[in-house]
């Protein structure tokens, strides 16, 4: 069957780095996507990955290797406006969406 | 984990025609649950909120008689795009919340795969 696993919640402190890791199994691969989501808001897009390695952009990056149905966001210089959900997703060969069920990222003072 | 579909996953239609979509929480009761729709590496834009038994919540700028959004039961909510046009072609994702009652409410929102809708 299809799944996607990611760690349920994460806790870090502000001005660190924190990874989340996303692993998936799917019918195909067309890409995988990060959305960060606030409470009572929609999914903001961050990130999507096709090819093996890392994308960087601005204090995010996200790296996938598909080899081993494995992603990570990469998230530096934290800040609390970082405290959210993070999404992963990954598209299989009929171009649906598997969703992980996000982690939940708590950022300390 | 909680699951949510979506049917059909993908549908081509002429101009002018109706289109139905159908999403479900297969194994939880959603009280609420959400429409968006998706541009190509883009946010998803939420379109509506629905509450069962009661009219949906719409965002500003979607029509609410062009889209129609029926949550008739705690499992099922629908989305009609009535009279499409080929601008209405995008992927449209549905989410629902389910609430679990356990000595304390644990709000939870689950992602649908998605249904590809092509306007011809």
């Known amino acids: 069957g299809q799944n996607i696993d990611q760690p349920t919640e994460m806790t870090a402190t502000e001005g660190a780095i924190v990874q989340i890791n996303c692993t998936y199994q799917?019918?195909?691969?067309?890409?995988l996507f990060w959305y960060q989501q606030h409470a009572g808001e929609a999914p903001t897009f961050l990130s999507y990955?096709?090819l093996d390695g890392l994308e960087e952009k601005g204090r995010f990056s996200s790296f996938l290797s598909r080899s081993k149905g494995y992603s990570y966001l990469l998230l530096k210089e934290l800040q609390m406006k970082d405290s959210a959900s993070y999404l992963c997703?990954?598209?299989?060969?009929?171009?649906?969406?598997?969703w992980g069920a996000g982690t939940k990222l708590i950022i300390k003072p | 984990g909680a699951v949510v579909s979506q049917h059909p996953s993908r549908v081509i239609c002429k101009s002018g025609t109706s289109v139905k979509i159908e999403c479900r929480s297969l194994?939880?009761?959603?009280?609420?649950m959400f429409w968006y729709r998706q541009f190509p590496k883009q946010s998803l834009m939420l379109m509506a909120t629905?509450?069962?038994?009661?009219?949906?919540?719409?965002e500003q700028g979607v029509e609410k008689d062009k889209f129609l959004i029926n949550h008739a039961s705690l499992t099922l909510s629908t989305l009609t795009v009535t009279s499409a046009h080929p601008e209405d072609s995008s992927f449209y994702i549905c989410?629902?919340?389910?609430?679990?009652?356990?000595?304390?409410?644990?709000?939870?929102?689950?992602f649908g795969p998605g249904t590809r809708l092509l306007v011809l």
């Open positions: 989410s629902a919340r389910a609430s679990l009652v356990d000595g304390s409410m644990k709000e939870t929102q689950y």
């Open positions: 194994d939880f009761q959603a009280t609420t």
């Open positions: 629905s509450n069962e038994g009661s009219k949906a919540t719409y």
């Open positions: 799917t019918s195909g691969f067309n890409g």
């Open positions: 990955n096709v």
């Open positions: 997703a990954a598209m299989d060969s009929n171009y649906q969406l598997i």
